[in-house]
C-alpha cells in the first residue's frame, strides 16, 4: 500500500475527494489558528522587556513575577473550559457552523479589549479580553472538529480532522516567530508588544467571514428534521447527485443511524445526559477521550508553548534574542512534522500506532534533557556558547518535538471527533475540549512554580508520563481509521481486545456494505427506507 492509497470502506467515486470538501474542512481548520497563535505568542510577549517596563515587572520579586505570568496565561484556559462546555447547547440549537461563527466573534471582542491595556490602567483589560478570547477558543476546539469529521469521506477523515492541527501550528508558528522580528526591529516601547496582540484579530477576522460561507452539517441538519437541507448539503460536498449510489448509501447509514438513536430514547437537549448516565459503554469511551488529554497536556508540551524562554534558559541559553530564536526553530519544527503527520501518515498508519511511538521516542528524549540538565547544570555555569553536551540536549529536546508533533498534537482531537455516536457526539467533544483546557490550565498556571521548585525534575515528570501513555494506549485504544462514523461503536464493544477491534469491525463492515449496496441496486431497501424516514420525521416535528 503507497503513502497516498486511499482505504475506502466501500467504493468511491473520485468526485467524493473534490476541492470542495477540502475547501470546507481547510475554513474550518482555521479556527486553529487562533488558538495556535495564542499559546505561542503569550509566552515570549510577556518576556518581551518593553512588556516588563510597561507592567513594572522590575519591581516586584521573582515568585511574583511568575505568579502574574502565570495568571496573565492561565485565565486564558480558564475561559477556554467553559468555552468549551458552552458550546454543546451553541451546537445544539444553532448548529455547528452558526457556532463556529459565534465564538469567532466573542474570541474578537476579547482580542480587542487587551489592546486597551496599558501602564496607567493595569492588566485588566488584558486578563479580561484573556477570559472572552479563551471562550472562543473553548467553543470553536469543541464544534470544529466534529464538524470536519461529519462533512470528512472516511478515507480521508483524519486527514481532514488534521486540517484543525495544521491550523494550530501554522498560528503557534506565526506565534512563535513575530515577537523575534518585533524585538529585532522595533525599538522597545508600547508598539513593540501590542502588535502581536493586534495580530490576534487577523485569523478571528477571516474565521469570522469564512463562517458564512460553511454549509451546514448534514448530520446535524436529519437530526433536526431537515432532510432536504441535508440532502443537498451532503450533495454539494460530496459533488454527486442525489440519485448516485454512494449518497443512497450514505444517507441511509445516517438514517439508520438516527433510528437507533430514535430507539434509544430520541433526540432531546438532555437526552445525551441520560444516555451517559445510563451507559457504561459511553461511560467508558469519555473516560478514554478525556483521559487522550490528560495525556497529551502531561508530555509537557504546553509547559514549552506558553514558557519556552523558561524551557530554553533551563538548558543553557541565553539573551532575549537568541531565546526567541530558538523558540522559532521549535515552531517550524512542530509545523513541518505537522505536515508529515497530515499527508503521509494518520490515514495510512492509523491512530494507535503512532501514539505509542511518539510516547516512547519523546520519553527518552526528555530523560535526556533532563539528565544534562541534572549533570551539567548550565544555569550555574553559563556560557557566552553552548559547548557540545548543551548543543545535544537542545538535538534532544527538538527530536522530542518531532516525535510529539506527529503523533500526540493532533491524534486526541481526530480520535474525539470520531469515536462516539451522533447522538452523544457534542457533548462528548464538549467534555473532551473541556479536559484538554483543564490539563493546559493545570500546566499553564504551575508550570512556573514548578521549575523554581523541582529544576530538572519537571523533565523527567513528564518523561515518566509518556511512557505511561504508551501503555494507555495499547492496552484501552482500539484503532479507528477509516471506519465510518456509523460504525465506530462497535469498535469500542467490551468483549473485543483493543488490538483485535479493527480488524474484526472492519471485516464486518466490508461483508454488510456488500448486501446494502446490492439491496440498493435492487430497489429492495427503497420503500422501508422512506417509510422509516417519514415516521421519523413525524417524531422529530412533535
Known amino acids: 500500500m503507497g503513502l497516498f492509497t486511499k482505504v475506502e470502506d466501500r467504493p468511491t467515486p473520485a468526485s467524493v475527494y473534490n476541492w470542495r470538501v477540502y475547501a470546507v474542512a481547510a475554513v474550518a481548520g482555521s479556527a486553529a489558528v487562533m488558538i495556535g497563535y495564542d499559546s505561542a505568542f503569550i509566552g515570549t510577549t510577556i518576556a518581551l522587556p518593553s512588556f516588563k517596563d510597561e507592567f513594572g515587572f522590575e519591581k516586584l520579586s521573582k515568585s511574583a ?28 440549537f444553532l448548529g455547528r457552523a452558526s457556532g463556529i461563527a459565534l465564538f469567532a466573534a466573542i474570541f474578537s471582542v476579547g482580542a480587542g479589549m487587551m489592546l486597551g491595556a496599558n501602564g496607567d490602567r493595569g492588566l485588566g483589560l488584558i486578563y479580561g479580553g484573556r477570559v472572552l478570547a479563551g471562550i472562543g477558543v473553548g467553543g470553536v476546539s469543541n464544534l470544529s472538529p466534529i464538524y470536519i469529521s461529519e462533512i470528512s469521506p472516511p478515507a480521508i477523515r483524519g486527514r481532514l480532522v488534521c486540517m484543525f492541527e495544521l491550523g494550530w501550528q501554522i498560528g503557534g508558528l506565526v506565534g512563535f516567530w513575530i515577537n523575534y522580528g518585533i524585538n529585532k526591529t522595533i525599538p522597545h516601547s508600547t508598539t513593540s508588544w501590542i502588535i502581536p496582540f493586534a495580530v490576534q484579530l487577523i485569523p478571528s477576522g477571516l474565521l469570522l467571514i469564512g463562517a458564512f460561507w460553511l454549509r451546514e452539517s448534514p448530520r446535524w441538519l436529519m437530526t433536526k428534521g431537515k432532510r432536504e437541507q441535508a440532502i443537498k448539503n451532503l450533495c454539494w460536498i460530496r459533488s454527486l447527485p442525489e440519485d448516485d449510489i454512494y449518497i443512497q448509501e450514505e444517507i441511509y447509514a445516517i438514517d439508520a443511524n438516527i433510528e437507533g438513536q430514535m430507539a434509544a430514547g430520541g433526540l432531546g437537549f438532555w437526552q445525551p445526559f441520560k444516555l451517559l448516565a445510563s451507559s457504561r459503554k459511553i461511560q467508558w469511551r469519555f473516560f478514554l477521550g478525556g483521559s487522550l488529554f490528560f495525556w497529551q497536556n502531561t508530555s509537557g508540551i504546553n509547559a514549552i508553548n506558553y514558557y519556552s524562554p523558561t524551557i530554553f534558559k533551563s538548558i543553557g541559553i541565553t539573551g532575549t534574542n537568541t531565546s526567541l530564536f530558538t523558540t522559532g526553530l521549535f515552531g517550524v519544527v512542530k509545523t513541518v512534522f505537522t505536515l508529515i503527520y497530515l499527508v503521509f501518515l494518520i490515514d495510512q498508519y492509523g491512530r494507535r500506532r503512532l501514539l505509542m511511538i511518539g510516547a516512547v521516542g519523546g520519553s527518552v528524549c526528555l530523560w535526556y534533557v533532563g539528565a544534562y540538565i541534572a549533570i551539567a547544570k548550565p544555569q550555574e555555569h553559563p556560557h557566552t556558547s553552548l559547548p557540545p553536551s548543551g548543543i545535544s540536549a537542545i538535538f534532544f529536546f527538538y527530536l522530542w518535538t518531532a516525535f510529539y508533533s506527529p503523533t500526540w498534537n493532533p491524534t486526541p482531537w481526530v480520535y474525539n471527533s470520531e469515536m462516539f455516536d451522533q447522538n452523544v457526539r457534542t457533548l462528548a467533544q464538549a467534555f473532551a475540549a473541556a479536559n484538554n483546557w483543564f490539563w493546559n490550565f493545570l500546566v499553564a498556571r504551575f508550570t512556573p512554580q514548578m521549575f523554581d521548585s523541582m529544576g530538572y525534575g519537571v523533565y523527567f515528570f513528564f518523561a515518566a508520563l509518556m511512557i505511561c501513555s504508551a501503555v494507555f494506549v495499547y492496552f484501552l485504544l482500539p484503532e479507528t481509521k477509516n ?8 469498535l469500542f464493544d467490551r468483549r473485543l481486545r483493543a488490538t483485535d477491534a479493527h480488524r474484526i469491525v472492519w471485516g464486518e463492515l466490508k461483508e454488510e456494505e456488500e448486501a446494502l449496496r446490492a439491496g440498493l441496486q435492487s430497489g429492495g431497501l427503497e420503500k422501508n427506507v422512506v417509510e422509516q424516514v417519514e415516521v421519523r420525521n413525524q417524531k422529530l416535528e412533535v
Open 65 to 92: 513575577v511568575s505568579l502574574l505570568s502565570a495568571n496573565i496565561v492561565s485565565c486564558y484556559q480558564a475561559g477556554a473550559f467553559f468555552g468549551a462546555l458552552g458550546a454543546y447547547i451553541v451546537a445544539y
Open 483 to 490: 471506519i465510518p462514523l456509523e460504525g465506530i461503536d462497535r
